[in-house]
């Protein structure tokens, strides 16, 4: 379990769980990155994988043709992935404006079975330890990898790493 970093968006992978943590809008490099992760996850597990998305705002939406790659690569994994947790964590009403869009991609997609909307870090975890498998890790566990990403983001010193909650 170590964070990877690449352009504001950090992403850490522990048995079948996929956890990215979002402080830009999606670029085609950082949706790559995490979409890298996200496949090799599922080479690893086939029974199926579980992501994490917590979304730190506010910041702009995707350009169009990122919103339809997005959309492409679900439709292509969307066999493949137990739960899909997004949590976006800002002001209400740039978290507002996300959950729409969210909600409208994921019934493009059929993926709204699968969709998980939170409000915040702790519901996340819980979330994707609803669909655990022996693969998915502890919640202590999913704990560690947000701070991890946090603290690869320059978001809290190791010393605040204690601070978020379990």
């Given at each position: 379990?170590?964070?990877?970093?690449?352009?504001?968006?950090?992403?850490?992978?522990?048995?079948?769980?996929?956890?990215?943590?979002?402080?830009?809008?999606?670029?085609?490099?950082?949706?790559?990155?995490?979409?890298?992760?996200?496949?090799?996850?599922?080479?690893?597990?086939?029974?199926?994988?579980?992501?994490?998305?917590?979304?730190?705002?506010?910041?702009?939406?995707?350009?169009?043709?990122?919103?339809?790659?997005?959309?492409?690569?679900?439709?292509?994994?969307?066999?493949?992935?137990?739960?899909?947790?997004?949590?976006?964590?800002?002001?209400?009403?740039?978290?507002?404006?996300?959950?729409?869009v969210v909600r409208s991609?994921?019934?493009?997609?059929?993926?709204?079975?699968?969709?998980?909307?939170?409000d915040n870090m702790v519901?996340?975890?819980?979330?994707?330890?609803?669909?655990?498998?022996?693969?998915?890790?502890?919640?202590?566990?999913?704990?560690?990898?947000?701070?991890?990403?946090h603290l690869a983001l320059?978001?809290?010193?190791?010393?605040?790493?204690?601070?978020?909650?379990?």
């Open positions: 379990m170590r964070a990877q970093v690449c352009d504001g968006v950090a992403c850490n992978v522990a048995g079948d769980v996929v956890v990215t943590l979002w402080t830009r809008s999606v670029s085609e490099r950082t949706w790559r990155f995490q979409m890298d992760l996200i496949e090799r996850r599922i080479a690893a597990h086939p029974e199926g994988i579980v992501v994490i998305n917590l979304v730190m705002g506010p910041h702009s939406m995707p350009e169009p043709y990122m919103s339809e790659r997005m959309r492409e690569d679900y439709r292509r994994i969307g066999g493949q992935v137990r739960r899909l947790v997004m949590a976006p964590l800002g002001d209400s009403l740039w978290t507002s404006v996300l959950r729409a991609m994921v019934l493009i997609i059929g993926f709204s079975k699968k969709l998980r909307l939170v519901d996340a975890l819980a979330s994707a330890r609803e669909v655990a498998s022996p693969a998915t890790p502890s919640l202590t566990v999913l704990a560690q990898m947000t701070n991890e990403l320059g978001l809290l010193s190791p010393s605040d790493a204690s601070l978020l909650p379990p």
